[in-house]
């Protein structure tokens, strides 16, 4: 025990203050009528006095240690999720009923427990929730009805509302499977190490099979992929993937379905898959070939044997749109996966424009596709783009072909690279009678040697269009009297490649801004086809500076214009990121308008109505974002068919209205494939010196569990300040009155 001072103001106020009351107690006189017995009386309730004001003046305070019984706290955390109505347990009961009947045997044990322990029931789906107890029984419901098991998250919440207590331990009754879907999929070893780091050990029993007997017998289809969209009759491909349980080497048709008329879904496509060990997933690919454009849904099915358990999962559906027209891209690179990403998003952000792309290594044929001979026919594609590709990748008959493609009326444009153009080889392939530019054999860079410097123009290099290439409206990145400004405030490129010379009937579209005037981009129109020479390779640069805009423009621009497509009508499209959706997920979109001749449409105004499947219709905000309008909503709360419209007016102008349609599933985590997983259980109650245990070990846990009494005793720090309690303010009060009663009765006042 120690005794330590807090002064008021310090030692010395407090000894000036003491040395006052002790001046006036000794200057004070007292009465002259007072006997010298009672004069004496007086002084001592005096001193008495002082001294009590001079101790609360010091604080004194006196600090000692004594030890406690901390009490242990025990938890016992319920599943209640559906998964629990599953009837796999001894005697066709359902594992929630089998708890329930554990928990009534083990009442007596856990009102035992209750006068050692503070024990604290939780039930859990997708979060904890405190359930109370009454010696030890308790209500959890007659029905588990939770739509989600997410084990971490319940563990995670326990810890945190029991933060600062001792615990003797986690009961979890589960059947171990974590099914959860974001925020509430919190892996469950997170809040297990947790555990294990504070010492506390987490008891696992687990209910059900690891394959359920419900379940035993089941087609289940997944991960349905398909395009978002598709041009008229082009190939429609659809995969997905189908895992079977209880049908070892048997026959499972599968089959596609077209929405062929409003609501009528007609079989378009079968294929039979055999069923091989339980749980593997088999590939799934069907495809068709759409006629006529438009909004369809499409639906992959299974037709397993029958006793399959769980029909609801044997189909998948989404919708798909099939555009008229369109422009079919290939690009072929081999080099810059920069410039190559930025290239393909500033594409893909179009509906109208549909991207193959290829990446080939010059020095691996094993990088070669076996399709790519015949991806060069004319009809293929409309536009081929080929980037840093060194000649020596393709054999000759392919690059006859293309050359044959391009005059055919197909275009083509080369970008710049180490070994595109004159580096790559093209002097001496049939492709060299297209471009628009003249090269040389010594112009050629093999791999290995160091890079010809001469070949390659020096960067920072600016780039803007000649006089030519802003007539031909290709290289408009704006209003008109704008575009001479937006050429100059885009970034350089890193360089580019030297033309040496250029064929007779070329045109150069822009140039260097240096005093060389280096032709950047030349076009040329052999036979139907035309073609563009590109010497640059880093036009990535405009979209990380902020010009993402117009760097899509100019990419579209190109394509368009080697398609011949660069005078097509404007029309409103809308686009969604994916057409299926669970219920209750937000909904992204983007919409705007492709106009015609390449011009912005910066005065549009754009208005987007959501239907819903019942038919109610809600009006969607639209935020513009540059040339695009952005939108989401988060109305998904029915299953079923949604259709998104997008109308757009100029003015009173109507300029045209687009909608995409899309599909909320509902998705039953639990039920879908209710397999017990007391594997997890187990690794859970090793990771923190638990104890995984069956149903009937759960009893006699708990007797042995109050026999241990875990209870420790821990010294606890202990203050005690006299000068703020109640006797000391009895007391000096007491010897006040005490004054005033004697000198009152003396007659001293």
């Avoid at 669970?582 to 492709?594: I, S, T, Y």
Wanted: one cysteine or more.
């Amino acid at each position: 025990m120690q005794i330590f001072f807090y002064p008021v103001g310090g030692y010395g106020l407090v000894a000036a203050l003491a040395a006052l009351l002790v001046g006036l107690l000794i200057a004070a006189p007292l009465s002259s009528k007072a006997t010298g017995r009672r004069r004496k009386t007086l002084l001592a309730l005096r001193v008495g006095t002082l001294i009590l004001l001079v101790l609360a003046l010091l604080r004194p305070t006196i600090v000692y240690t004594t030890t406690k019984r901390q009490a242990s706290t025990l938890v016992v955390l319920v599943d209640r999720s559906r998964s629990m109505q599953v009837a796999d347990v001894f005697g066709n009961q359902t594992r929630w009923q089998a708890m329930q009947l554990l928990l009534g045997k083990s009442a007596p044990a856990l009102t035992r427990l209750q006068q050692d322990f503070e024990v604290k029931f939780y039930t859990f789906d997708t979060s904890a929730r405190p359930v109370a107890i009454d010696n030890g029984k308790l209500d959890l419901g007659a029905k588990a009805d939770g739509s989600e098991s997410a084990i971490g998250a319940a563990l995670a919440e326990v810890l945190k509302r029991e933060a600062g207590k001792r615990l003797a331990g986690i009961v979890l009754l589960s059947d171990g499977a974590q099914r959860a879907l974001t925020p509430n999929d919190l892996a469950p070893q997170i809040p297990a190490r947790q555990l294990a780091d504070l010492g506390f050990p987490l008891h696992t029993v687990a209910f059900g099979q690891a394959r359920s007997q419900a379940s035993a017998r089941d087609v289940a289809l997944t991960g349905l992929q398909t395009p978002a969209d598709v041009f008229v009759k082009n190939e429609l491909a659809i995969t997905a993937s189908a895992k079977t349980h209880g049908f070892a080497n048997q026959k499972v048709p599968i089959e596609m379905l077209f929405e062929t008329a409003p609501g009528k879904m007609t079989t378009v496509a079968k294929r039979e898959i055999i069923a091989q060990a339980d749980g593997q997933p088999l590939p799934i690919e069907l495809t068709y070939l759409p006629q006529t454009p438009g909004d369809y849904k499409v639906t992959v099915r299974a037709q397993p044997p029958s006793g399959d358990a769980a029909p609801a999962n044997n189909e998948l559906s989404t919708f798909v749109t099939v555009r008229k027209g369109g422009v079919n891209v290939l690009y072929l690179e081999g080099a810059h996966p920069v410039e190559a990403k930025f290239l393909r998003r500033a594409l893909q952000a179009f509906p109208d424009l549909r991207i193959d792309y290829l990446w080939l290594d010059a020095q691996s044929k094993d990088t070669r596709p076996s399709d790519l001979a015949s991806r060069f026919e004319p009809g293929k594609y409309d536009v081929y783009i080929l980037g840093d590709l060194d000649s020596s990748i393709f054999e000759a008959p392919e690059l006859a072909r293309l050359a044959e493609t391009v005059r055919a009326g197909a275009g083509l444009i080369m970008l710049g690279g180490l070994h595109s153009f004159g580096p790559g080889g093209y002097q001496k392939t049939p492709l060299a009678e297209v471009l628009p530019i003249q090269m040389s054999n010594l112009e050629r860079q093999n791999f290995g040697e160091d890079v010809a410097v001469d070949l390659h123009l020096p960067g920072p290099m600016k780039m803007r269009p000649t006089a030519e290439g802003e007539a031909s409206r290709l290289l408009l990145l704006g209003q008109r009297e704008e575009n001479h400004a937006l050429w100059a405030k885009l970034p350089p490129l890193d360089g580019a490649n030297r033309f040496r010379g250029l064929s007779p009937l070329a045109n150069v579209l822009a140039e260097s801004v240096d005093a060389s005037r280096a032709p950047l981009l030349v076009a040329q129109t052999p036979g139907n086809g035309r073609v563009l020479a590109f010497a640059g390779d880093s036009t990535w640069h405009w979209a990380m500076a902020g010009f993402e805009d117009q760097h899509q423009r100019f990419w579209r621009q190109l394509i368009l214009w080697l398609a011949k497509k660069e005078q097509q009508d404007g029309s409103v499209w809308v686009q969604l990121a994916q057409r299926r959706f669970q219920r209750g997920a937000r909904v992204e979109f983007e919409a705007g308008v492709l106009a015609k001749d390449s011009e912005p449409t910066t005065d549009a105004q754009l208005n987007a109505e959501l239907t819903l499947p019942d038919g109610a219709k809600r009006q969607v905000r639209l935020v513009r974002q540059g040339e695009k309008y952005i939108g989401s909503f988060y109305e998904t709360d029915l299953a079923g068919d949604y259709t998104l419209t997008v109308q757009a007016q100029r003015g009173a102008k109507n300029l045209g209205t687009a909608s995409v349609r899309f599909l909320v599933y509902e998705q039953d985590l639990e039920l879908e494939n209710p397999a017990a997983d007391p594997s997890l259980l187990a690794s859970l109650a090793a990771m923190t010196d638990g104890r995984a245990m069956v149903p009937d070990e759960l009893f006699d846990f708990f007797e042995r569990l109050g026999a241990d009494r875990p209870d420790a005793e821990v010294e606890v720090l202990a203050k005690h300040t006299p000068w703020d309690t109640w006797p000391y303010f009895l007391g000096l009060v007491g010897l006040l009155c005490v004054e005033w009663w004697l000198r009152k009765r003396w007659g001293l006042v």
